[in-house]
C-alpha cells in the first residue's frame, strides 16, 4: 500500500525560514518531488530529489532520506507570496500526492 | 500558444448533460494526464496516457472517459456525472510517463453538476 504524511498547516513569519515535513510509504519508489498550488492556480514543479541529500534552488532547498522515507522541504526568507499549498510526491509510477500543507505567511 | 491549456474553464452541467473536457500540450511530451482535485482532498489521479496508450485508470467510474486521439491532445468525456463529481479537474502532461519527469500542470476545469 502506499501512505504519506504532510502537515496540514503551517504559519511562519516574513522573511522566518519554514520546514515542511513528508513521511511516505510506498511500493516502489524513484525520487520525490514537491509541487507547489496558489489558490486558484495550477499545482507547479519545485524540485526532485532523486539521491539522498539537500538539493538547492534559490530560497527553496529539499532534502530526501531514503533510508528513513523521509523528506522535507525548507524554505528561507520568507516572502508573502509564498503562501500557498505544497504537495510532496513520492515517486513511482505514476506520482502520489499528498494532501498538502498548507502555509500562510504573515507579516 | 505554449504550455498546457485546458477548455472551457469553467463548466456547469446537470447530471443528464453529456459534456467534454479537452486539454492540449504544446511541450512536446509524450505523457499525459487527468486529475481530479476536491476541496480539502489530495490530488487524485485519474488516468495516464503514455505514447497514447492508457496507462492507469484508477478505478474512475465509468461516467468519466478519457480519450487521446494524439499525443498533444486528451479529452475527458463526462456523461451522468453526480453532484459529488464537482471539482477541480486538472490536466498534466510530462516527457515521459515516469514520476521523476516533471509535470506541466493546466489551469484546469472548474467544473459544478447540479
Known amino acids: 500500500g502506499q501512505s504519506l504524511e504532510q502537515p496540514s498547516e503551517v504559519t511562519a513569519v516574513e522573511g522566518a525560514i519554514v520546514q515542511i515535513n513528508c513521511t511516505y510509504q510506498t511500493s516502489g519508489f524513484y525520487g520525490l518531488s514537491w509541487y507547489q498550488q496558489h489558490d486558484g492556480g495550477a499545482p507547479t514543479f519545485l524540485s526532485y530529489?532523486?539521491?539522498?541529500g539537500l538539493e538547492e534552488t534559490g530560497r527553496f532547498s529539499s532534502f530526501l532520506s531514503r533510508s528513513d522515507s523521509y523528506g522535507y522541504l525548507l524554505l528561507q526568507e520568507l516572502q508573502m507570496k509564498d503562501s500557498a499549498s505544497y504537495f510532496c510526491?513520492?515517486?513511482?509510477?505514476?506520482?502520489?500526492f499528498g494532501k498538502g500543507t498548507r502555509l500562510s505567511v504573515i507579516a | 500558444e505554449t504550455g498546457v491549456t485546458q477548455t472551457p474553464r469553467h463548466l456547469v452541467m446537470g447530471m443528464t448533460n453529456k459534456k467534454s473536457l479537452k486539454c492540449e500540450q504544446h511541450?512536446?511530451?509524450?505523457?499525459m494526464y487527468w486529475y481530479k482535485q476536491s476541496a480539502k482532498k489530495p490530488l487524485e489521479l485519474m488516468f495516464v496516457?503514455?505514447?497514447?496508450?492508457?496507462?492507469e485508470n484508477n478505478s474512475v467510474p465509468s461516467r468519466f472517459s478519457p480519450e487521446c486521439p494524439n499525443s498533444s491532445h486528451l479529452f475527458l468525456h463526462l456523461h451522468t456525472l453526480q453532484p459529488e463529481d464537482s471539482a477541480l479537474y486538472l490536466c498534466a502532461s510530462s516527457r515521459t510517463g515516469h514520476s521523476y519527469n516533471e509535470q506541466f500542470f493546466g489551469p484546469g476545469t472548474r467544473l459544478t453538476v447540479l
Open positions: 511541450l512536446g511530451h509524450n505523457a
Open positions: 496516457y503514455s505514447l497514447e496508450e492508457r496507462v
Open positions: 530529489n532523486g539521491l539522498d
Open positions: 510526491a513520492p515517486g513511482n509510477t505514476p506520482l502520489v
